[in-house]
């Protein structure tokens, strides 16, 4: 046999390997699976961009100490800047999917680049093209949480918490049957902690700046006390600064808002690695449900009419995730492969099971 053919026959072994279902042995029991709503790649990957830290984009910021913020000489170091766990960490130690200009690939098909479309396609796993608005109408689909929560193993162990109020749409909650807080309401689903109970007075007290969205502090904060006290093997948490500062064109508070979030996964990161039901048994993932256009207006806005706005990118840490870092001349990768993914680090074949949702991927489980 010559060394040619031997090498197809190598590949090709390689190649079947990788698409079989990976569903063998793992390490991930939990999974935290954070997303911030239309965070775009050019700050995930390149940090504070020059074009958009000018005055008229900095509200009430004092603009030389945004830039002492967030401005440095190189993207990769901006981008530490902005966001120093994801890369100080996550990069280090997890994968992370999406710099085209490493030729990494991530984005969504469903060819609307808004969130619901978004949402749904994350936690469904394929588009639908019948979501056609941001309406608070009850998914049609299941969520992967849904079909988890559905099996004796998770029942009663999914919780989902969201700073926009569509959330319980999205999840069609009265359906799903496990908690999904969203919005301004208070949450009610378990017994007060002292802390929840100031959370939700928060939630009813604090200015609303945006009728449907609360501050991702409110969400963030009752899911982390959710975590510690009813100890979910699936937490979701969505915020939504990131999206709705930017529509408004303020730069200042949309890189203030990324740099929280960036926190708050070090939160979660470091709670769980102290919880001997979560420590080396938990995967993290983070994304987003679109990008946004680019500098020096379209930044601000999403959608059809975007069309780079269907690039995003997604993080994954944990024990069966390879520390391949920040990825490069990768397959693309799509939104509708998330669902797969998680229920795959936790040994289930969502992908089996559900025939139109995308496939686990392959470089993400060991
Ligand atoms: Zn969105």
Same mark, same amino acid.
């Given at each position: ?41 050019? +700050? ?157 007075? @928060?939630?009813? +007290? ?17 899911? @982390? ?39 708050? @996964? ?101």
């Amino acid at each position: 046999m010559n060394h040619a053919i031997l090498r197809i026959i190598l590949l090709s072994s390689a190649a079947l390997s990788a698409l079989a279902a990976p569903l063998g042995p793992h390490k991930t029991e939990n999974i935290i699976f954070v997303m911030t709503d239309g965070l775009r790649v050019q +700050e995930l990957f390149n940090g504070a961009e020059d074009a958009l830290l000018i005055k008229g984009n900095a509200g009430e910021s004092n603009l030389d100490a945004l830039k002492k913020a967030y401005w440095r000489d190189t993207p990769a170091a901006r981008r530490e800047a902005l966001m120093p766990f994801l890369w100080g960490t996550v990069a280090k130690n997890g994968q992370i999917y999406g710099n085209r200009e490493l030729k990494s690939e991530a984005f969504v098909t469903n060819e609307k680049n808004f969130s619901y479309p978004g949402y749904s396609e994350t936690l469904c796993g394929f588009p639908d093209a019948e979501i056609t608005s941001n309406d608070k109408i009850l998914n049609a689909n299941v969520t992967v949480l849904e079909w988890l929560h559905r099996k004796p193993a998770f029942r009663n162990k999914v919780a989902a918490f969201g700073a926009w109020d569509v959330f319980p749409y999205i999840f069609n909650a009265a359906r799903a049957g496990f908690p999904v807080n969203a919005g301004y309401d208070p949450f009610t689903a378990v017994p007060l902690t002292p802390k929840l109970e100031l959370l939700n007075q @928060l939630k009813a +007290e604090a200015p609303r700046v945006w009728p449907d969205e609360a501050f991702d502090s409110l969400p963030f904060h009752t899911a @982390l006390e959710y975590l510690k006290e009813q100890k979910p093997r699936v937490l979701y948490l969505s915020l939504g600064e990131t999206d709705d500062w930017a529509h408004g064109g303020n730069y200042a508070e949309y890189l203030h808002s990324a740099y929280r979030v960036d926190a708050y @996964l070090k939160t979660l990161w470091d709670t769980v690695q102290s919880m001997p039901q979560y420590r080396g048994k938990t995967t993290l993932i983070f994304s987003t449900d679109h990008g946004r256009g680019e500098a020096p207006t379209e930044w601000k806005s999403h959608g059809v009419k975007i069309p780079d706005s269907k690039y995003i990118w997604m993080a994954f840490l944990g024990p069966d995730t390879r520390p391949l870092g920040e990825r490069s001349k990768a397959t693309p990768v799509t939104q509708s492969q998330i669902a797969a993914t998680l229920a795959a680090l936790l040994g289930e074949d969502y992908a089996g099971s559900v025939e139109k949702a995308g496939k686990p991927l392959a470089d993400v489980l060991q």
